[in-house]
Each structure stands twice: as C-alpha cells, then as structure tokens.
T-cell receptor, first 117, second 112 residues
Framework: GAGVSQSPSNKVTEKGKDVELRCDPI?????LYWYRQSLGQGLEFLIY????????KSGLPSDRFSAERTGGSVSTLTIQRTQQEDSAVYLC???????????????FGSGTRLTVV | GQNIDQPTEMTATEGAIVQINCTYQ??????LFWYQQHAGEAPTFLSY????GLEEKGRFSSFLSRSKGYSYLLLKELQMKDSASYLC?????????????FGIGTKLQVIP
C-alpha cells in the first residue's frame, strides 16, 4: 500500500480482555517496528521485526505482550489480560532496511488508540 | 542504553527562527533523526545526520556534533502549521544490531 495502515484506529476494551492490533506495512519494507506512546510521553520501543523474525523484543513490557509477523508483511500485536496502564497509542512503523539504515527514516502508521476501562 | 534530552516545550513567533536542541549519550552512535508530530497524528520524518555539520532542507536545517553528543533542529520563517512536537531520535549499534531510540519530544507552539 501507499502508507503504513493500522487497525483499528480506536479500541476501547474492558480490563482483563485480550486485544489484537494490526499493522500493514508499506509493500517491500522488510523492517517493521512497534512503539507505544502514552499521553505526554515519548515513543517507547516495543519490538522490531526483520522479515518474519524478531531480533529485538527487549521493549515488550511483560509476557502479556506478544507480536508476530507473517509473510514478511502484516504484523499483529497481542495484549492479553489488558490492564489500565496499557492504555496508550500503539504506533507501527516500517522501513526499507533494518533500523532505518542508512538514512531512510521510518514511516509511521496513524496508530491505534487503546483505552482500557 | 541511551539518554536523550530535549526541552519539553518552546514558544516562538510566526516568521521568526527557532532552534530546538537535543543532547544524547550513547555508545556506537550511528545516526540521528528528527521527526515532526502534530497532535493526534503519527510522526513524520524530517531529517537525518550521521556526520558532523549542517544539513539543510528548505526551511528546516539540522546540525550534528558527534564529539559533543549534540544536535539541533533549526526552523526558519516559522508558520502556524509548524506548531507540533519535534522528536529527536538516535540510532546506535549495540548488542549486535542497530536500534533507534526516541526522545520525549519538544512541543513547539507558534504564536501570531
């Protein structure tokens, strides 16, 4: 596609429920990243995919968070047993090459605003 | 790990020039990015520096000094639409791969 597409754009869920967030990167972008942005906070790195593998999962806050990528394309971020502190905007980004190297910046999607009530 | 510092808020007047500073501490430095983020929107790529000096792109310029761990984003001829958050992001090579870490962002308000 022309840009990075994320769905849903907004999600309200009850505490304790599971949620799935989807990211469709730009066609041909091999690298895919998930970030989280809480109100008034910076971008918090969650996980990085190169193709279908995830060499860096260091940002996932707990074992309730998992992500997968299939066909070198679509990625799904799953949060199990959601908590109120999970409320944030979840941003997905893709780039042509790993970590935006050499000088290609990331292209971000519009994000999924998750509210846990 | 990385430590990225930038002011949280700035205010400037339409038509003026503003400089947003970013300092960082990291090992294995391999590039610095600036992004613009309007409220409620995704960040968009503005500039990239990996060598010392100034990169100019229209009204926006970005400067890097690797020895000082310092960068700035310069915005000229400010317009109201430039009101946004400006994110400094540093890429470094550690642990066997490259990683990009974002600062908290500087919220710029342009006033008439």
């Amino acid at each position: 596609g022309a840009g990075v597409s994320q769905s849903p754009s907004n999600k309200v869920t009850e505490k304790g429920k599971d949620v799935e967030l989807r990211c469709d990167p730009i066609s041909g972008h091999t690298a895919l990243y998930w970030y989280r942005q809480s109100l008034g906070q910076g971008l918090e790195f969650l996980i990085y995919f190169q193709g279908n593998s995830a060499p860096d999962k260091s940002g996932l806050p707990s074992d309730r968070f998992s992500a997968e990528r299939t066909g070198g394309s679509v990625s799904t971020l799953t949060i199990q047993r959601t908590q109120q502190e999970d409320s944030a905007v979840y941003l997905c980004a893709s780039s042509l090459s790993p970590q935006g190297y050499p000088n290609y910046g990331y292209t971000f999607g519009s994000g999924t605003r998750l509210t846990v009530v | 790990g990385q430590n990225i510092d930038q002011p949280t808020e700035m205010t400037a007047t339409e038509g003026a020039i503003v400089q947003i500073n970013c300092t960082y501490q990291t090992s294995g430095f391999n590039g610095l990015f600036w992004y613009q983020q309007h409220a409620g929107e995704a960040p968009t790529f503005l500039s990239y520096n990996v060598l010392d000096g100034l990169e100019e792109k229209g009204r926006f310029s970005s400067f890097l000094s690797r020895s000082k761990g310092y960068s700035y984003l310069l915005l000229k001829e400010l317009q109201m639409k430039d009101s946004a958050s400006y994110l400094c992001a540093v890429r470094d090579y550690s642990g066997g791969y490259q990683k990009v870490t974002f600062g908290i962002g500087t919220k710029l308000q342009v006033i008439p």
